[in-house]
Nanobody
Framework: QVELVESGGGLVQAGGSLRLSCEASARNGGTYAMGWFRQVSGKEREFVAGIAYAGGRSSYADSVKGRFTISRDNAKNTAYLQMNSLKPEDTAVYYC??????????????????WGQGTQVTVSS
């Protein structure tokens, strides 16, 4: 069982930056890949970025490449999403997700086992 708690969302003007954090609490330890997804009301949840447990492997949606950076600090059991050059179309609820396993990056939501409660990001124009 992995509990995920996101933080760092908020309201920012277009062109600004935010950093989201996702702290993971794994009852039985283990290694897990992590990802960020986002969802706008009435639309499907979409992949934003994912990162493997080790090795630095990561993947990004085309819409955020060059603007967002996913990272993790395994000693702190925390993943981050640094979001720069934010656009109004980045407005969404952002969710952190985790899947047990170390070596791969997962980009499809049903591949993940655990989800956080979500944090709202609003970018004003």
């Amino acid at each position: 069982q992995v509990e995920l708690v996101e933080s760092g969302g908020g309201l920012v003007q277009a062109g600004g930056s935010l950093r989201l954090s996702c702290e993971a609490s794994a009852r039985n330890g283990g290694t897990y890949a992590m990802g960020w997804f986002r969802q706008v009301s009435g639309k499907e949840r979409e992949f934003v970025a994912g990162i493997a447990y080790a090795g630095g492997r990561s993947s990004y949606a085309d819409s955020v490449k060059g603007r967002f950076t996913i990272s993790r600090d395994n000693a702190k059991n925390t993943a981050y999403l640094q979001m720069n050059s934010l656009k109004p179309e980045d407005t969404a609820v952002y969710y952190c997700a985790a899947r047990l396993g170390a070596s791969y990056v997962y980009i499809v939501d049903h591949e993940y086992d655990y989800w956080g409660q979500g944090t709202q990001v609003t970018v004003s124009s």
